[in-house]
């Protein structure tokens, strides 16, 4: 980057006075801080979820194709008509349910695009956001910028449950919203029937607005299923399904995504999706429509890949001596690093990459309650084997 992050001659004081208080505390991402520090010290980036595999050459042949014939220009804010019917039959097709293309779907750039124009028009300032803690970082920065307030849900370790007395007692007469995320980064947790069903009913009783992020809705391991929040009894008509071809797809760096809802809803995002991006990147937006009509067997071989690099990366993990919190779903692994000594996440990830040449995530920063997430660290396991396996052997050489 060479934009200056403040003007010239202006102290990082007088820098964050200019800027609006609801962005203060926000800061630099941990993935930019991890990333930077995995380039200077040439370490393996377990940091950041991408993976270093491209999706299926079919997918980009249509992207180029898409280019070659002229979708170069402005597509429809709501998105290209074939992804909206697309996105549709992939609904119909996974879930049994069914939504109208024109008026029930609108395209995004990426899942982080959804997120944020939803928040920005279904929270007033003060409204109460209920998100399960530890959060996508995006939630905090957005939730703020709406002039929401949120309300952590906390998962705790080993298991990353939801307490359902808590969950009950998180709700008040403020509360807008439930902002939430299955299968869950970072703890690859995937909710199951029990706490759907308790969520559906909170929602109904407080007639709340559920927006649901599920943009690893292919990702879910061994014999855990993925049931969007939406096919449960009354919450179609409340919420709002996030997902993006990113992760489905890998196709990260596309940054397609999309949200289905009732007609209202999707109106109240399509408005702030305007006023945010217009509208999103037209040559992919063809190429993931036909991404989403790909075979079972695409589906069906994709999660096996991935599930094989989970068990890999776990049993490497516990090889080091670390405690492994096995995901049923996404593309992370969280360890406890007490168990090879350690206790400060920050502080062990922070000296990791210099130590062996690793970099990962402490989950601490994705909690209010910092001291829940101290001991906890993430690893992202969507690479490939040979990086694995070398990331691993840094451990064993830089731990034991
Ligand atoms: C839970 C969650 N939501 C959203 C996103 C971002 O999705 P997109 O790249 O489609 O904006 C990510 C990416 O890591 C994620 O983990």
Known sequence: MTAPSRPAGTSAAESRDRMAKRLHGLGTTIFAEMSALALRTESINLGQGFPDTDGPASVVDAAVQAMHSGRNQYPPTVGAPELRTAVAAHQRR?????????????????????IAAAMLALVEPGDEVVM???????????????????????????????????????????????????PHNPTGTVLTHEEQ???????????????????????????VV????ATYPGMRERTVTISSGGKSFSFTGWKIGWACAPPELVRAVSTAKQFLTFATGAP???????????????????????????????EGLADVGLEVLRPQGTYFVTTDIRSVGHDDGVEFCRSLPHRCGVVAVPHEVFYDHVEVGRPLVRWAFCKRDEVLDDAVARLRRGLG
């Not at 109208?100 to 750039?109: A, L, M, Q, S």
């Not at 308790?198 to 690893?216: F, G, K, P």
């Not at 991404?291 to 589906?299: V, W």
């Open 94 to 114: 996974f879930y049994g349910l069914e939504y109208d293309p024109d008026t029930e779907i609108v395209v995004t750039t990426g899942a982080t695009e959804a």
């Open 132 to 182: 399960l803690e530890p959060y996508y970082d995006s939630y905090v920065a957005v939730v703020a910028m709406a002039g929401g307030v949120r309300v952590p849900l906390t998962l705790h370790a080993p298991d990353f449950r939801i307490d359902l007395d808590a969950l009950r007692a998180a709700v008040t007469p403020r509360t807008r919203v439930l902002l939430l995320n299955s």
């Open 197 to 223: 069903t308790a969520i559906a009913e909170v929602a109904v009783e407080h007639d709340l607005v559920v927006v649901t992020d599920e943009v690893y809705e292919h990702l879910t391991y061994d014999d």
């Open 226 to 229: 993925h049931r969007p929040m």
């Open 284 to 314: 992919f937006q063809p190429a993931i429509a036909q991404a989403l009509a790909l075979g079972d067997d695409y589906f069906a071989a994709f999660r096996a890949s991935m599930q094989a690099k989970r068990d890999r990366l776990c």
